[in-house]
């Protein structure tokens, strides 16, 4: 596992409920919209739900582009946090917007992170449509350099 100064925030939220701010004075980061991806939101029975629950993640993986969608996010990342990594550079936000910012852009949110874990301590998520939930990471908020 990576110990750098690298910190990797990753947000999800909605275009209806949000403009998105930089909170780390280095810009708002990477933005990916997850419209292109077909919505569980639409399902009647999966409104309440969110890119957490096993049903949507599960929708997500089988009935629609997500696998491939994320695979190409993957991808960009991995060149990103490289070059970051080495020309020192101390904070990378990567933003996941979808309709809601329930279903699609939590699922993706929640997906990057488990992958940059595994490599980099300072990986965290907010999620900005999402209630307070116990269990669901809190994100102090980064400033400096």
């Given at each position: 596992m990576s110990d750098t100064g690298l910190k990797i925030l990753i947000r999800s939220f909605s275009y209806k409920k949000r403009t998105l701010t930089d909170d780390t004075g280095h810009g708002i980061g990477f933005v990916f919209d997850m419209r292109a991806v077909d919505n569980p939101g639409r399902i009647d029975h999966m409104k309440v739900l969110s890119g957490q629950d096993a049903e949507v993640k599960s929708y997500l993986e089988e009935k629609t582009k997500m696998p491939s969608f994320l695979d190409h996010v993957k991808?960009?990342?991995?060149?990103?946090?490289?070059?970051?990594?080495?020309?020192?550079?101390?904070?990378?936000?990567?933003?996941?917007?979808?309709?809601?910012?329930?279903?699609?852009?939590?699922?993706?949110?929640?997906?990057?992170?488990?992958?940059?874990?595994?490599?980099?301590?300072?990986?965290?998520?907010?999620?900005?449509?999402?209630?307070?939930?116990?269990?669901?990471?809190?994100?102090?908020?980064?400033?400096g350099s």
């Open positions: 991808g960009l990342i991995d060149i990103t946090v490289t070059n970051f990594l080495e020309r020192g550079f101390s904070n990378l936000t990567i933003n996941f917007g979808c309709t809601g910012g329930q279903h699609r852009s939590v699922y993706m949110a929640e997906k990057l992170a488990a992958e940059l874990s595994k490599r980099h301590k300072q990986v965290m998520t907010r999620h900005n449509e999402l209630p307070e939930v116990e269990g669901r990471i809190t994100v102090p908020q980064f400033g």
